[in-house]
């Protein structure tokens, strides 16, 4: 168990809540997204449960090892958030702090009225939100040494405009049953 902290208003960004994903370089699944801040934005609560789970993990020599240039920090700047062609990904903003936010188990997901959001295409990319997160140190021998931002829960507090696709899906009223098509017939069978 790490530091638990409350994260301020942020955007979502590549939102994975609907079931985990594979993270990268791993062979592990999560759940996941990114959590883009506003230039400015206060991050005090966030930067002071980071040290204090780096103290919790290493005590004195805390300070040293989250000064080392190789130190796995959560606190990246979005202008580093780009893709393969080097082009700032959508809803970045160069001096802004962006989190990677994921847990192997489902985050609970709220709505502005503080009741869980059934259908998560309502909790998408471009979209503003609080979280509740698990900060902790790790160390590996081979990855280094970090801290991370565990997802426990998530609150949408207001809508934004999208980021990427449309999230988008057709309803069962967009269709009509195939004429000659008997009840429980499936594809196979009626082309067959």
């Not at 002071?48 to 990246?76: N, R, S, V």
């Not at 081979?142 to 990427?164: D, H, M, P, R």
């Amino acid at each position: 168990m790490g530091v638990e902290v409350k994260l301020p208003r942020h955007r979502a960004s590549y939102v994975k809540l609907d079931k985990p994903y594979p993270v990268k370089g791993t062979t592990k699944e999560a759940y996941s997204y990114v959590a883009l801040f506003e230039p400015g934005a206060d991050l005090s609560a966030m930067k002071a449960a980071a040290l204090q789970a780096a103290k919790d993990k290493w005590g004195d020599k805390a300070e040293a090892i989250i000064k080392h240039p190789k130190f796995k920090t959560p606190f990246k700047d979005q202008s580093d958030f780009v893709d393969a062609d080097g082009e700032q990904r959508p809803g970045t903003k160069a001096g802004a702090i962006y989190l990677n936010l994921n847990h192997a188990l489902k985050p609970l997901i709220l709505g502005p009225n503080a009741k869980e959001i059934t259908d998560i295409r309502d909790f998408y990319s471009g979209c503003y939100a609080v979280a509740k997160c698990d900060c902790y140190a790790w160390e590996h021998e081979v990855g280094g040494k970090g801290i991370t931002f565990s997802l426990l829960g998530v609150q949408k507090v207001a809508e934004g405009e999208k980021l990427g696709g449309s999230g988008a899906r057709a309803e069962v009223s967009d269709f009509e049953a195939v004429e000659g098509a008997e009840v429980g017939d499936d594809a196979n069978s009626v082309f067959a």
